[in-house]
């Protein structure tokens, strides 16, 4: 079989601060792509919103994530000079700083190779709704 | 020569909190593959462990970075819920997330491109023993 | 069209701690390849810098992360032992390990699908003027 390599993008509609689970976005569309050995790679287009990989098993684990990044990143720090979108413009951006714009995940025999409990997701950092836009590539044979 | 892509794992077992370094498990199945120009991908298969570059050849580096995560992540914060798994429970997974699943390195001249300090570790964030799975694929040609 | 992966390095010379845009370099990169669909993989060759996504369109939000970074990690903490080349040796490697060494961009539609805002940064955490050597792959049809 020859190498392929796919790129696509889809939209995701948050409604504030949060995780939001895209693990079966990203796993029908390597799916449709017939790949068996392989890497998929996903990535946000956005500055004030990340990915993160998290365990998706228990709700818990998410929400303690969230308070703690609220505490990681404060709001009105009295330093902070980037704050014309309001106070949670300049701790989005730090906040996807320290998270990821991009995860690479390999393809092993057919499948993408995330353990049992990794859920991949959208990390959002603003307070209003907001659509962002996930690229997806899928290469391999 | 034509393109290739292979994907195989392997086993890690670690004996509490720390770093342990993979940098030559990753070299070798990067050599065997025989690619000249192309990436290596290492993906970790969990949620309470993680991937890191860190200095290789001085020890007392990676001795402070785990210091500094203890102070960082701490156990026991008052606000955690997610902890019927212990102490260690939810810092291991925001320690997960502050650090890296996936790292790829390009693959320059035959060669994973590291820098000449540059090792790639498993920062493991349980306590107790664990066998942690390491996936790395290599695309190039 | 076949498919194709080329690796190359680039060096960049910084001159203390602060963000240095190589958004250009990246692209310049990517279109001489002639890829239609695949990925940029870029990475930095070193321990006490990384690479950051950063809004590009205001350098205020650049400035409100490198005086984060400096409060997150700060230097001269008691416990550090790493210390013989400074005060800004060891917190040069925990930020590096905060951030990434390696991000990856799908390409579509024959352009690194970067957002509007997203510029990506080699982020230089040592005082002293370095030079920084950057890898970049591409790979794809």
């Known amino acids: ?17 949060g995780t939001y689970e895209i693990t079966d976005n990203v796993r ?4 449709q792509c017939g790949v068996e050995s392989g890497t998929v790679t996903v990535f946000l287009r956005h500055t004030s919103a990340s990915l993160v990989i998290m ?3 228990d709700p818990s684990a998410r929400t303690d994530l969230h308070a703690y990044f ?6 009105d720090e ?5 704050t014309y979108e309001g106070a949670d413009d300049m701790p989005s951006h730090i906040r996807m700083a320290l ?7 390999p393809i092993l025999d057919g499948t993408p190779a995330l353990g049992t409990w990794q859920g991949i997701f959208v990390f959002e950092h603003r307070t209003a709704p907001h659509t962002r836009e996930i690229v997806v590539n899928v290469t391999g044979k």
């Open 99 to 105: 998270t990821a714009s991009s995860i690479v995940v």
């Open 28 to 31: 029908a569309i390597a799916r």
């Open 78 to 82: 009295p330093y902070f000079t980037h």
């Open 55 to 57: 365990e998706n098993a």
């Open 1 to 17: 079989m020859t190498l392929t390599s796919l790129s696509e993008s889809f939209c995701l509609s948050t409604s504030g601060k």
């Open 70 to 75: 609220d505490r990681l990143v404060p709001e």
